[in-house]
């Protein structure tokens, strides 16, 4: 048995037991047999079972939101949200499966063309920590309905909210061969690719996004990734300079910064640089530390003490480069926790303007033009969000137009939502999630000619 370790106290939150490859082996053995040939048959049941979890997702939520604090160190306010928001994202696909699979007719005459959909087959989905509700269920929800049996590793730093899922979902009428849960860490989920699997849904970093690309290499199998980020915000001089300030504080520190699209460079115009770093360096100083599981903790520890020498590197490197640290800049005395920490005087020869950080820290950079951030803002290996604050919304478009990231944000930041695709460009990814994409990512399409 693993013990499941809470990195605020470091107490034994629960213990699982690691799959090895004689069981995952027999929980896959019969699931193929379920899957329906075309995605819509007996889709009425699985939405009936479906409207079931739903309900059974928020009754649990205090017990949910309560375990992945526990866990991961999350501050219980942010888990409990991520669980209420997550209601959208299902309600969501409830409402759009059904529409968007159904059969259609293209084109009438001598010739009659039609067009359906049949699932991948067996879809493995695995999975991060750092929001397992959120991007487990924007897998498992769509695959799910359009027929697929869902084969889920979570992150082996939230097994416990991944067996809570399924149990939920195998009381709301999904089958142990429809939904399967697999436990383990990095060997468990190689050993998982190695079966006879249809599709893969990766969420985590770029190097063990690389590394199962090279493993599913040569197989004719789906493989789509949600990758890591470098995401930046640029703030013009044309904006409301404490309010920016605040809501890009939110943005880069949330859950402790350990979000995809968490803000990680910020370039701001020098006419109001000084007054945007000093509202942005009070709004942080504000922010609560403490212990995930009290209500108005705003800042827990991170989920893998590891992390904190990632973070002290970035920080050393940054400063024998010149940079000046306004605040935090260290290890907290509690294990786990690292300062909220801002840096100026950054430059892109600096690590932390340039690899991820995953943690509570950001660097801030004066520039002098749109050009000038523009270009900064392009140069990253990664792809994921970029956005300006600006008050002239065609400005910030013409800004934001030629970069190459998924989404692109307008006055806000740190955001995903269903009804839009979410996907990586360059390193960040490969593949979607939400929107209608984050559907039709889970099934075949198949045309008819019939004469
Ligand atoms: P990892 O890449 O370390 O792990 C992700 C998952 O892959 C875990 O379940 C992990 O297991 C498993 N894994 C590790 N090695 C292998 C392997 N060789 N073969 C198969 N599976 C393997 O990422 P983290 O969990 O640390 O998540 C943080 C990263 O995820 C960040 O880079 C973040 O940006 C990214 N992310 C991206 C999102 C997006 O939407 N683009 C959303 C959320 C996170 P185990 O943990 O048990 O070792």
């Given at each position: 048995m693993q013990q499941v370790i809470n990195?605020?106290?470091?107490?034994?939150v629960g213990e699982v037991q690691y799959d090895t490859l004689d069981t995952i082996k027999a929980k896959i053995?019969?699931?193929?047999?379920?899957?329906?040939?075309?995605?819509?048959?007996?889709l009425e049941e699985r939405l009936e079972a479906m409207a079931r979890f739903r309900t059974r997702f928020q009754d649990d939520i205090e017990k949910a939101a309560s375990l992945l604090a526990s866990q991961t160190g999350k501050p219980v306010s942010q888990a409990r949200g991520e669980i209420q928001a997550s209601d959208a994202r299902i309600a969501y696909f409830m409402e759009q499966v059904p529409a968007l699979i159904q059969a259609t007719t293209v084109t009438e005459g001598a010739t009659q063309e039609e067009k359906s959909y049949q699932p991948l087959g067996v879809v493995a989905n695995i999975s991060a920590w750092n929001y397992p509700f959120f991007i487990g269920l924007n897998v498992i929800v769509p695959a799910l309905l359009a027929g697929n049996a869902v084969l889920y590793k979570a992150s082996e730093f939230c097994p416990l909210t991944a067996e809570l899922i399924a149990e939920q979902l195998w009381d709301s009428g999904f089958s142990r061969d429809q939904f399967i849960l697999v436990q383990g860490g990095g060997k468990e989920g190689q050993m998982l690719l190695e079966?006879?699997?249809?599709g893969v849904f990766f969420t985590g970093s770029s190097a063990t996004g690389t590394a199962i690309a090279k493993q599913m290499a040569g197989r004719m199998v789906k493989v789509q990734m949600e990758l890591g980020g470098k995401d930046p915000s640029y703030v013009t001089e044309n904006v409301d300079v404490k309010a920016v300030a605040q809501g890009l504080a939110d943005g880069a520190f949330y859950n402790a910064g350990q979000?995809?699209?968490?803000?990680e460079r910020i370039y701001v115009h020098q006419s109001i640089a000084e007054e945007f770093i000093s509202h942005f360096k009070a709004e942080v100083e504000c922010f609560k530390f403490g212990d995930?599981?009290?209500?108005?903790?705003?800042l827990g520890p991170?989920?893998?003490?590891?992390q904190i020498e990632v973070l002290q590197a970035q920080v050393q490197d940054a400063v024998e480069k010149g940079a000046t640290v306004i605040c935090g800049g260290e290890a907290d005395a509690r294990t786990g926790f690292f300062q909220p920490t801002v840096l100026t005087h950054?430059?892109?020869?600096m690590s932390v303007m340039q690899?991820?950080?995953?943690?509570?820290i950001i660097g801030i950079m004066t520039v002098e033009s749109d050009e000038e951030a523009q270009r900064l803002m392009a140069?990253?290996?990664?792809?994921l969000t970029a956005g300006v604050f600006c008050q002239d919304q065609q400005r910030a478009r013409d800004i934001l137009?030629?970069?190459?990231?998924?989404t692109a944000y307008i006055n806000v930041c740190d955001r995903v939502s269903p009804y839009v695709p979410w996907t990586g460009r360059k390193q960040s990814g490969l593949g979607s999630t939400l929107g209608h994409e984050g559907v039709f990512a889970f099934v075949h399409p198949r045309s008819w000619q019939i004469r």
């Open positions: 990195p605020f106290d470091q107490s034994v053995a019969t699931a193929k047999a379920f899957i329906p040939a075309e995605a819509t048959d007996d079966q006879d699997i249809n979000s995809c699209c968490a803000v995930p599981q009290d209500d108005s903790t705003y991170l989920t893998r003490a590891a950054v430059n892109h020869g690899e991820e950080s995953f943690g509570p140069d990253t290996e990664y792809g137009k030629p970069l190459k990231t998924g």
